[in-house]
């Protein structure tokens, strides 16, 4: 049977992604964030995205730095405990270069789910005396038309594209993903185009013959980068834990020149066809 | 007291996590989220002592883990996941407290007035922050929603406790805040001081707190026993629970 | 560690039950239907039940037969092909005994999300153009505030018991559902209460060493029945497909009569303890 | 055409599955859920020739299944998982349509009118109906969402095509209506005959069909090749598509 053959370099991938696009990342903190296409986002200098996460870190830090980004739409932007704050995001933030649309995590998972069903908004229940409703655009109020109470409502966020790192997937974009999932199954559902980065290339009939399915199917990726480490320096559950050195090293660098060699050094690595 | 707190060695980080360990009863579902070994720590040591019946959910998803390791940079990674019996993501567990079944949710926030307004966002104006917080992760949601919501801190001054809020992120079932001097409760749309640590007193509490301290009766947190402490040094023994201090 | 244990007997767990309920039911068509705690709640004569499910057969069929019914709110109630329609629901609604409220099964979906959610109504996109907006008391169009479009609601469905069979539970409570889940984690998440009946009580220790985690965690789940063939005579994947003489026997039955003579023979089987 | 048709023994079946397969494109999202075996061949059978690529999405959640044995009393069981890649269950098929991206469903229902509108639901009062059907299932919200909505239906008379339906439970995106008689298409607001299958005739049609049959001229239904034959005959030896006949 033909099959759909997806793969593609990094280059190729980042290609998908378009200036203003809206941008939902997979992972949680420093847990399996998408690297190496985080990295590729900034060397091709993407302009005026709409990143989306529930709770990021170095991910958003980084494309903060790299002038990359126009909004962010999170419950939660640091690092956590050891690593301290995102100081970039921070700065850009309150300089007035990013506008950061708060959310709690769970109004951005409603966001999306509200894209993933097709519908304009989705009620929220927990988001009752707060500031935020009046603040922002994406939030409002109105009634159940069963029982007349008043409801908060948040407004649908449909990425165009995620970007997610799995520790397997087949070359047509059947992405399994081990360990925590966080929100990434999710996300898959949301957006409009997928781009997988998997640490390990397995074969077409590898889900078919396993109780353990993919969990992100192959009609929704619209590219696979077979990407070892395309996680690090965060960590990629039962594959690596955080790179502490390159960590540190990036949270010593103070703007966007010191990045750029940053980047740079990373590129054999990231250029590398397996 | 303060002797036998010398003696014994305690750190601040033990006397909080134990106070928090004690408010977890049997049979309850408690949740934590990023940044938080704390919490971790106590919902860990509770399972191990009085409420072995509680259940542990937390943001990648295992149901009453038993990790092998913590690891000293998250705790929001898979070592949560080891050894749980089902899963239940961070989605399903934000949820279950909108339908309001999470008993406990620990929490924190970065400003705490003395009517309970919880302020995790901006210092200064939202749209140009002075300071812009990481965000309240789930609090905006689950301070009105979890059956109690315990607030830590690892930050006890006039900035933190303010006599009112920059901005209302949420307000709502705040059970206990706690500090490194003390434990607040809520009561009647109020903070009132709870309980004093051993290792502060009264007239610290007073100087840090940016409104009026009230209280009922003076009392002390109790010192953690020796069977927490033993159990504590097991389940941390590299100490990243005093990590923030 | 002290646990719960939840086993209990069949008859037990549907004491759990009370008459005027809602009911969600697990499985789907002739698959994995909890049919002995159908069985049983015919037994125990429970009144005026609230029946929910997306696609039912044989088990909305035989509790309309049973005159324990009092509304059902399904996508379809039908056997399929071969076992054509579900006749004894067809008269019940015909007659007037049961309101029969239709949805799409998705609308139910939806009415079950908005339920796990805590909110009071769920927007669907696909209901458009349609009579059952008019006609049913649990669909209405309201206003997407942000765009000021016209979109149709759905009424949460909080179902105050679900009863569902799987191929694996502990005592606790943790269950394991082995191939097509169909809406049972839902079912699981919508409910206030949760019974479960399964094929083999694995130890406690089973979910926790391996990678397949249980889908529903023990908290939600207020009973456990040991119930091998708990499904019969319809189908539990990976154990047992369905039943066809027993499907034949319990499609010729004309009354209530026949009814009680076909469950008093499912007795010894569904009262046996394991 | 009647002569060959008899030397080959092709069935009424036979022929609306494979019209119901070429009507899927290779690459194309396809569903069926229930009763459903007539496009559960026609989706297999148009992965098998013209449209290997082509997703096949169904009720039991296995995306891409190779079944090895098919069952005659279900469209929906767990042989539809066997050796699928990925899961994708009933809920989010739903939602992948709702948002655009389903390509076809292959749905059913009770009465059509010459409009376009689709009762699935009740004959007489929807409160004190004179028929309950077993009701649309999915046709109600996949209808208007999918992309093209390919209705077939085993009765072709003048009580299953009426001049007004009894109950409107949907319209939307129908592409085609196969029947054992013909296939309707949809456009510009009403069904046109599209087909006649060779084993029947104009006049067949018309007599059967509740309203005036329109056509912008008379072509037939293509008969099923010996290939498509041979990969039908393989795939369901036991003949469960001509059930409902």
Known sequence: ??????????????????????????????????????????????KGLHIVKTAGAMDVDLLCLAECVSSVDAGFISYETEYSLAGHYRKAVQNGLVKGNEHACYTVISALRAASAGIPFMPVKGLQISDLIEVNDYFTRIQDPFSGELVTVVKAIVPDVVIIHVQEADKNGNAKILGPKYDDVLLSRAAKKVIITTETIVPDSKFAFSQDKADIPHFLVNAVVHMPKGAAPCSCPSKYSIDRNNLDAFKAIKNKEELKDYLDNFMTEDYRRY | MMSTIENENYQVSDIMICAMARLIHNGENVFHGVSSHMPMLAVMLAKALHAPEA???????????????????????????????????????????????????????????????????????????????????????????????????????????????????????????????????????????????????????????????????IEYTPLPTKEEMTILKRMDPKNYRNIEF
């Open chain 1, 1 to 46: 049977m033909k099959t759909l053959n997806k793969l593609m370099s990094l280059t190729q991938a980042v290609e998908l992604i378009h200036d203003n696009d809206t941008v939902g990342i997979g992972g949680n903190v420093l847990h399996r964030a998408p690297m190496a296409l985080v990295r590729e986002i900034a060397r091709q200098e993407k």
């Open chain 2, 55 to 217: 259940v542990y959910l937390n943001i990648p998803g295992g149901v009453d883990p038993k990790p092998k390791n913590l690891e000293k940079y998250t705790s929001a990674g898979a070592e949560l996941y080891e050894q749980a019996v089902a899963v239940f993501p961070l989605a399903e567990i934000f949820d279950l407290s909108m339908r309001g079944r999470l008993d406990v949710a620990f929490l924190s926030g970065i400003q705490f007035d003395k009517t309970g307004n919880v302020n995790a966002s901006v210092i200064g104006d939202y749209h140009k922050p002075k300071v812009r917080m990481p965000g309240g992760a789930g609090s905006a949601v689950l301070i009105p929603t979890a059956k109690r919501a315990i607030i830590w801190r690892t930050k006890h001054d006039k900035r933190t406790f303010v006599n009112k809020v920059d901005f209302v992120t949420t307000r709502g079932n705040i059970d206990r805040i706690v500090t490194p001097l003390c434990v607040f409760k809520y009561e009647n749309g109020e903070l009132l001081l709870d309980t004093i640590h051993p290792t502060s007193s009264l007239q610290e509490v007073i100087d840090n707190t940016g409104f009026e301290v009230k209280y009922k009766s």
